[in-house]
């Protein structure tokens, strides 16, 4: 890479020699050509990868620690959705300048949440460009029993965590499109610039829902990938939707196309086989989750018997004309 005025090996070791947790699985971490660790017995790894561009998955002016934090969160959502165990994780970086204070908050943001998951930062790169942010996330499911999308079944019930929309609106209110204020602005904001993966979901999820898929990209499209994957269709209940005190507050009339389109939540959106409801209801205690409908025969997801369409029926697409 180009040189920064920093020094590349001097910002490496700074900011991103020790990131998260110390684990004795990692045998070398940052500072040779390649990590190396030692994955458990009777185990599968999961691994994902998540790219975050400024200007397309966060805006110039989001706070460096919530940049960290969600370059990160992105991906051990991905793998919470899979039922997987976070464990490591490489970070490549690119950057416009070398911003010690933007790096200090950065690296910040990051090593809080991969400390609070136990996950450590066993390599990466490093180079210069418009300002990317690029995690690989590795973790752990025991043999055949990760979470995909496509084991629903017609006559499933749909479930999803926490609240929906939330994210979206914060994203509105930092970009003037909406307005709230006091707690509400507050907790709308931070549900978009911190969203918390649901590992600990994920794990309980394992011997019980049959399809799992992270809300990254809306509710309604996210369902509708899970249902192509599956080859069903799915109908939810509009006054089922988990919707926040705050966003109908913020949002009076449109919190509802907010809950089915709004990305950006990182909740989890799963199906469970009727004789397995129980065991969710019980879930609930840890975790909230909200029983919002019910997978079907045929294709496609409607809400109360209209199908969704737009934004709302196909979910965030870097690629599609709008
Ligand atoms: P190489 O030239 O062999 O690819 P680099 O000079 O790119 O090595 O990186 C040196 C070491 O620093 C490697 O162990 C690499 O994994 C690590 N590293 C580079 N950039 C980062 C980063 N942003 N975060 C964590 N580790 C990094
Ligand atoms: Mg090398």
Request: aromatic share 4%; glycine share 14%; with cysteine.
């Amino acid at each position: 890479m180009p040189p920064v005025a920093l020094g590349e090996f001097e910002l490496i070791h700074r900011y991103f020699g020790r990131v998260g947790a110390s684990r004795d699985d990692v045998l070398l971490g940052v500072g040779d050509d390649a990590a190396l660790v030692a994955p458990p017995a009777g185990q599968v790894l999961a691994m994902a990868v998540d790219t975050l561009v400024e200007g397309v998955h966060f805006l110039p002016d989001d706070p460096a620690d919530s940049v960290g934090h969600r370059a990160l969160a992105v991906n051990l959502s991905d793998l919470a959705a899979m039922g997987a165990v976070p464990a490591w994780f490489l970070l490549s970086l690119t950057l416009a300048r070398t911003d010690e204070v933007w790096l200090e908050g950065f690296a910040q943001g990051m090593a809080a949440l991969a400390g609070r998951h136990g996950v450590a930062l066993i390599g990466g790169d490093t180079t210069s460009g418009r300002l990317t942010v690029s995690v690989t996330v590795v973790g752990f499911v025991p043999v055949g029993m990760a979470l995909r999308r496509d084991g629903a079944r017609e006559g499933d019930a749909v479930f999803v965590s926490g609240t929906v929309g939330d994210a979206a609106a914060g994203l509105a209110l930092r970009q003037g499109r909406i307005s709230a204020v006091g707690a509400d602005a507050e907790a709308l904001r931070r549900r978009y610039l911190r969203p918390e993966p649901r590992i600990a979901l994920g794990v309980a999820l394992r011997s019980v829902a049959s399809a799992c898929i992270d809300v990254s990209d809306g509710l309604g499209g996210d369902l509708g990938k899970l249902c192509q994957a599956s080859g069903v269709g799915a109908d939810l209940h509009g006054d089922a939707l988990p919707v926040s005190t705050e966003l109908r507050r913020a949002v009076a009339d449109g919190h509802r196309a907010m809950a089915l389109a709004g990305g950006d939540d990182y909740e989890l959106l799963f199906t469970v086989p009727p004789d397995r409801c129980a065991a969710v209801e019980r879930l609930a205690s840890v975790t909230p989750v909200t029983r919002i409908g019910r997978i079907r025969g045929g294709t496609g997801v409607r809400c109360d018997d209209v199908a969704l369409e737009g934004e709302a029926g196909h979910g965030f697409d870097h690629f599609r004309e709008p």
